[in-house]
């Protein structure tokens, strides 16, 4: 699978530091009596809760709302996560913008850290054994099956399991949700897998170990925009040393993008957006930028 490589570069490269206000921590006040419920072999835990809270998007341009849900359960190949950080990206705001179409309720985030709880049922011994319980892992907002043509190429990227049911239905391959509402057991579509939660439950091609030694919350963006930035630059755009390039908009991929071409002497041009403001100016300058524009109008020119 190429998400634990390009990881495994990244971690090396210290590509991970991140800017903290994208990143959302587990609230502590997320705490529950312990329950004692009937758990795989597979699960060290002896209790865990038998519910859990989750921010759910019901409609565009409204709060999102915390829900107590039943404790989400693994099935086959699959892994029970406790959230431990869950970055805020852009796609979920174009969901909740209503933007970018996808069913609701739905529970939104997908750049996650976490524990690992608990192995579905009948998850094979591989499996388990590269992912053990309380092995600290980081998730892809792409999580691959493992078993379609692209999977099976190595092109994870394009699993056609994930996007005629994650994104075209909110399911996980068996289209079902694991998502169900504590109340009245009503299901809740997921986004990816539904990050912004104390747990998830994900498919286990779609996660990676996270080293001990890495922060859980500076790492959470690992899985989406550090990886974006990077597929970007190194497939897309082909960038080299040596070459000039413009950076248009300092968010979480764009500010990944400068720390990627840093180390390899490109010249580089950075456009932060209005919004970034001051900050992304700065950021850029501290990046080593030559040139620096601010956007003084989104619409307009620079
Ligand atoms: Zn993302
Ligand atoms: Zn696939």
Redesign the pocket.
Known sequence: MAFSPFIRRAISSKLFSVHKSYLLRSPSTFHHAPTRINHSPSSSYSSLPSYMRAAVFSEPNKPLTIQEFHMPRPKAGEVLIKIKAC?V????LHVMKGEIPFPSPCVVG??ITGEVVEHGPLTDRKTIERLPIGAHVVGA?IMPCGNCSYCSKGHDDLCEDFFAFNRAKGTLYDGETRLFLHKDGKPIYMYSMGGLAEYCVTPAHGVSILPKSLPYTESA?LG??VF?AYGAMAHAAEVRPGDSVAIIGIG?VGSREEIHVRPAIIHTQAIPFLPQGVEGVRFCYGCGDHWCYGCGDQRGGL
């Open positions: 970055g990206c852009h796609s979920d997908h750049e907002f963006i989406c925009a974006t979480g």
